[in-house]
């Protein structure tokens, strides 16, 4: 397998202080407390079935992420990349932030069928992936492992 799969020497490159705080940013947009927030705002809101819809397909997300998670049992990078030290103590693969976000934002775009929202979802889904890898607590293999089950959830 190629080492850039698994390491993480060439995002400490692009680490610079005024991004950090944009990737924290982005990284929130998959953290189950963002869903928990968002998710009543959207029925609330919005159209209760599209919304129920949105859930549904969130919550079969979570279960798969925890599932493959742990069958594959992959590592997370190694602490020295984990930004702030901040290292979740779970497996690796998938990324669950990548695949959630993928199927969160994926289900809006779907619903709303515009494009200026399926370009905001795109821009949002690939700010949280990236995100993992600039915060160390996800490699590619991960971020890739994400986004090919959630693309295939939605």
């Known amino acids: 397998m190629s080492p850039v799969l698994y390491e993480l020497e060439w995002v400490l490159p692009l680490r610079q202080?005024?991004?950090?705080?944009?990737?924290?940013?982005?990284?929130?947009?998959?953290f189950t407390e963002f869903f928990f927030l968002a998710l009543p705002i959207l029925y609330w809101t919005w159209h209760k079935a599209a919304a129920h819809r949105v859930t549904l397909a969130l919550l079969i997300?979570?279960?798969?992420?925890?599932?493959?998670?742990?069958?594959?049992?992959?590592?997370?990078?190694?602490?020295?990349?984990?930004?702030?030290?901040?290292?979740p103590e779970s497996y690796g693969l998938p990324s669950g932030?990548?695949?959630?976000?993928?199927?969160?934002?994926?289900?809006?775009?779907?619903?709303?069928?515009?494009?200026w929202a399926t370009i905001v979802c795109i821009v949002l889904m690939i700010?949280?992936?990236?995100?993992?890898?600039?915060?160390?607590?996800?490699?590619?293999?991960?971020?890739?492992?994400?986004?090919?089950?959630?693309?295939?959830?939605?």
């Open 17 to 30: 202080e005024w991004l950090t705080p944009l990737f924290k940013g982005f990284t929130f947009l998959g």
């Open 97 to 115: 932030h990548t695949l959630l976000a993928i199927v969160f934002w994926g289900s809006i775009a779907s619903e709303l069928r515009t494009k």
């Open 61 to 87: 997300g979570a279960i798969l992420t925890y599932y493959l998670k742990d069958l594959f049992q992959d590592p997370r990078p190694a602490a020295k990349y984990a930004f702030d030290g901040y290292r």
């Open 127 to 154: 700010g949280v992936s990236f995100s993992r890898l600039y915060l160390g607590v996800h490699d590619l293999e991960d971020v890739i492992g994400g986004t090919i089950v959630g693309i295939s959830l939605l």
